[in-house]
């Protein structure tokens, strides 16, 4: 598999469960980021991963925790979450900031 | 703070008329501009950075400072552009790079 990969594409879940997105880039990346995509909002920044350091977190709510065990493999553990937080999650990576983003094809959050 | 506005939502254009989607943005420092799309069943893909300076797909975009504005045109439209298209805002964050991406126009262009 080649570029960014994301599992699951699609996760419903209920407010009272613990899960986990993964994120997976074949590029060399050593920069890597989580955004969150609603319906009726902009593409969301969540956290911002740099040489397996976390850089940025954009105000973002405690039930969502960002993992990144090395510079290939991003996870966002999920849990207690609410309603408000189904949307598409999407992966990217690049090379060093400020370059180029590669996007993966995103996770469908439904939280019931 | 930093902010990216695309003021349509949707935009329509007939095959070969010129088709321009409007970006500004507000930001204290130096803007660096892109221009990301998503075909139909594709993933989000970078189409073309300020910085470059080039025309891809036949798209172009200048910035213009003093309007802060970063428009995407391209003379001649084709239906396989139709998409979404995103602009968005690289800033400084602390030691981050960050992105801020406007509300996307989806662009349809009509045989």
């Known amino acids: 598999e080649t570029g960014v990969t994301q599992t699951p594409r699609h996760l419903v879940m209920g407010m009272t469960n613990k899960k986990s997105l993964k994120c997976e880039q074949h590029?060399?990346?050593?920069?890597m980021y989580w955004y969150k995509q609603s319906a009726k909002k902009p593409l969301e920044l969540m956290f911002v991963?740099?040489?397996?350091?976390?850089?940025e977190n954009n105000s973002v709510p405690s039930r969502f925790s960002p993992e990144c065990p090395n510079s290939s493999h991003l996870f966002l553990h999920l849990h207690t979450l609410q309603p408000e937080d189904s949307a598409l999650y999407l992966c990217a990576s690049s090379q060093g900031q400020g370059n180029e983003q590669y996007f993966g094809p995103g996770t469908r959050l439904t939280v019931t | 703070a930093q902010r990216v506005t695309q003021p349509e939502k949707l935009l329509s254009v007939f095959k070969g008329a010129p088709v321009e989607l409007k970006c500004n943005y507000s930001?204290?420092?130096?803007?660096?501009l892109f221009w990301y799309v998503q075909y139909s069943r594709q993933r989000l893909q970078l189409l073309l950075r300020?910085?470059s300076r080039e025309s891809i797909k036949g798209f172009t975009a200048d910035l213009n400072k003093g309007e802060t504005s970063f428009h995407l045109k391209k003379p001649f439209a084709q239906e396989e552009d139709s998409a979404m298209y995103y602009c968005a805002l690289e800033f400084s964050s602390g030691s981050a790079r960050q992105l801020t991406f406007g509300s996307g126009t989806q662009l349809t262009v009509l045989p």
């Open positions: 300020h910085i």
């Open positions: 991963y740099s040489l397996e350091e976390r850089v």
């Open positions: 590029l060399g990346h050593n920069a």
């Open positions: 930001y204290s420092g130096s803007p660096e």
